[in-house]
Nanobody
Framework: QAQLVESGGGLVQAGASLKLSCVVS????????MGWFRQAPGKEREFVAT???????YYADFVKGRFTISRDNAKNTVFLEMNNLKPEDTGVYYC??????????????????WGQGTQVTVSS
């Protein structure tokens, strides 16, 4: 059974940066897509970014130019570097792994395994 553990969240002011990490155990992610989703209070979980097995990166429009996703296959780890954070970026950030087809990369239902989430709070 795969386990995903996120870290790196916290409370920051608007304009600050954070780098999230997600370490995966119990599953070789080399051929997986590894993604990040987030959920704000009272809202549905939404796609943030994903990186497929060929290192192609996909981003939600609202984070383009501010967030960067990357992966380290040797360490079964995916990262999300977040710059110029805004209060609307506040939420619980979840990492996920799976083998979705390209057209489903932005869909949470296409990912098989999920972490417990890490809280990101951005104050104005």
């Amino acid at each position: 059974q795969a386990q995903l553990v996120e870290s790196g969240g916290g409370l920051v002011q608007a304009g600050a940066s954070l780098k999230l990490s997600c370490v995966v155990s119990g599953r070789n992610t080399r051929n997986d897509a590894m993604g990040w989703f987030r959920q704000a209070p009272g809202k549905e979980r939404e796609f943030v970014a994903t990186i497929n097995r060929s290192n192609y990166k996909y981003y939600a429009d609202f984070v383009k130019g501010r967030f960067t996703i990357s992966r380290d296959n040797a360490k079964n780890t995916v990262f999300l570097e977040m710059n110029n954070l805004k209060p609307e970026d506040t939420g619980v950030y979840y990492c996920a792994v799976g083998s979705p087809i390209t057209s489903s990369l932005r869909q949470a239902s296409a990912y098989a395994n999920w972490g417990q989430g890490t809280q990101v709070t951005v104050s104005s």
